[in-house]
């Protein structure tokens, strides 16, 4: 009867997100049984604060005759978030594209939201520098993404089909700077957590970890060093066409963007207190998505993965 309140209890939860406490104390005393102890505790740290806790637990002992029974289940308020963080040319986009692909979740690419939005901002003439100007703007933009097919995601701002278009070399030379405008900020991570506030998703940009979800259940920092990035970028660039290029530009190009990105005043790009790194150098994404799988799977408790 004990793990069946405690069920119970779970199945009331996953209605109501609530857990009256002192009703299933007192339903197990029904059984004139004496409780050792009966808490809902944070699932990870134990600890009993645990409003802002998506993954509880319920555990007890008690005392049953001259038997000590003890028994738990965890409680999820919504579906666990991803954050995959770090810098331009780890992997992060194919690596969180095919993590989200492989648990059935939701993919946000953030830096994309970044580059649609600087892509509008030009194709429109605003002079961003204008504070009023720019927060006018961004009052009547929405941007959002639309699965086409398995592997491809449209990215669409207003009645503007840009995916391709915020991939360009213009967009990547002024995106860090947009990205550094505080109105700019505070307005796609209020849209990215409007997508991202039921869970089930993986996340990936600079700041998901620390600012946009600091309560993701899992929070990765990939990276990989300046010249396997640049080494990347340069076999990326000559696929699409654009001839031989240096791989010092590119060397020079990547560490400028790594610069802006990690030491602008708003949400730089840094490692969040609690993610775990992972260097990709000398794996491919199969190698890496799997690895953070695994980790993932060791995060989240097992009776709540499907
Ligand atoms: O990941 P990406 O290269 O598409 O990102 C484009 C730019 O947007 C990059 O300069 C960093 C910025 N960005 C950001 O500041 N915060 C995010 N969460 C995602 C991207």
Redesign the pocket.
């Known amino acids: 009867f004990f793990s069946e309140e405690l069920l119970n209890a779970k199945r009331i939860f996953n209605e109501t997100n609530n857990i009256n406490l002192k009703k299933l104390i007192k339903n197990v005393e029904k059984h004139a049984i004496k409780i050792e102890y009966l808490e809902h505790v944070n699932a990870f740290t134990l600890q009993s604060s645990i409003s802002k806790t998506n993954i509880t637990m319920l555990a007890g002992a008690i005392i049953c005759g001259d038997t000590r029974l003890i028994d738990h289940v965890f409680l999820m308020k919504r579906q666990p978030i991803i954050a995959i963080d770090g810098p331009?040319g780890s992997g992060?986009?194919t690596v969180t594209k095919l993590l989200a692909k492989k648990l059935n979740f939701i993919y946000l690419?953030?830096?994309?939201m970044?580059?649609a939005l600087s892509w509008y901002l030009i194709n429109e003439k605003i002079n961003f520098e204008n504070v009023q100007e720019l927060s006018a703007f961004l009052k009547n933009v929405s941007i959002t993404f639309k699965t086409v097919s398995k592997s491809l995601q449209e990215v669409i701002i207003n009645n503007h089909v840009v995916t391709d278009k915020i991939r360009s070399q213009e967009i990547n030379s002024i995106?860090?700077s947009i990205?550094s405008i505080k109105q700019v900020r505070e307005f796609l991570v209020n849209e990215q957590r409007k997508i991202g506030n039921k869970g089930g998703i993986v996340a990936?940009?600079?700041?998901?970890g620390s600012k946009?979800f600091p309560n993701s259940e899992l929070k990765i920092f990939l990276t990989a060093t300046i010249d396997e990035r640049a080494r990347r970028r340069k076999l990326e660039l000559e696929k699409q066409g654009c001839g031989e290029i240096s791989f010092k530009e590119l060397k020079e190009q990547i560490k400028k963007?790594d610069f802006?990105?990690s030491n602008r005043k708003i949400?730089p790009l840094i490692k969040a207190e609690n993610a775990i790194e992972i260097v990709s150098d000398g794996y491919d994404i199969e190698q890496i998505t799997n690895k953070i799988l695994s980790i993932y799977l060791e995060t989240i408790p097992k009776e709540l993965t499907p």
Do not use: H, L, M, P
């Open positions: 331009a992060k986009s690419d953030t830096g994309a970044y580059r995106v860090s990205a990936e940009g600079r700041d998901i946009v963007r802006d990105d949400s």
